[in-house]
């Protein structure tokens, strides 16, 4: 009698392949209704703000929107992995200060020592802890709540960075 269980093909591979594990860590910093007045009324849409990262250095802010607030998030993911920047850490912090402005956000990031923690708040917290970012002191100068412009501001902050060689020439 011959069995019924799948074998192996002559590759060695399985008959189904197995799902990619996804290697960006993904968190939804805003989720908004947002509406367009047209001639029948009002048009509703929902934009997604979203931060994705690998904890070792790759960073990116995603803003999509959509019909459904599902569509929406899968834009914003396909938005970020466009948007990806590479961070030079130094071990678990950021090799020097750095402060950078968008909008009405302005923010400042300074490295801190080993065991320090992450000490920031709201999106600007995400954005670096994503980022693989475990010992900063991070602020927010402007005084906006406004969470897209403030991850906006980290990014173009933790852009400007350099790495320990090309900072001390």
Partial sequence: ???????????????????????????????????RVVAGGKRLRFRTTLVIGDEK????????KGSDVQLSIEKAKR???KNLIRIPL?????????????????????PAVK??????GGAVRVVLSL???????AKCLGRTPNKLTNALATMRALSQLKSEMNHKS
Wanted: charged share 40%; proline share 5%; net charge positive.
């Fill in 1 to 35: 009698m011959e069995t019924t269980a799948k074998r192996p093909r002559r590759s060695g591979r399985p008959f189904r392949p197995e799902e990619k594990k996804e290697q960006y860590k993904e968190k939804v910093l805003d989720l908004r209704r947002v509406a």
């Fill in 79 to 81: 938005e970020a992995k």
């Fill in 131 to 137: 980022a693989g970012i475990k010992d900063a002191t």
């Fill in 115 to 120: 065991g320090h923690g992450l000490k920031a």
């Fill in 57 to 64: 250095g790759n960073v990116g802010v995603g803003i999509a």
């Fill in 90 to 110: 130094k071990d678990t912090t950021i090799p020097h200060e750095v402060r950078a402005k968008f909008s009405a956000a302005d923010v400042l990031i300074r």
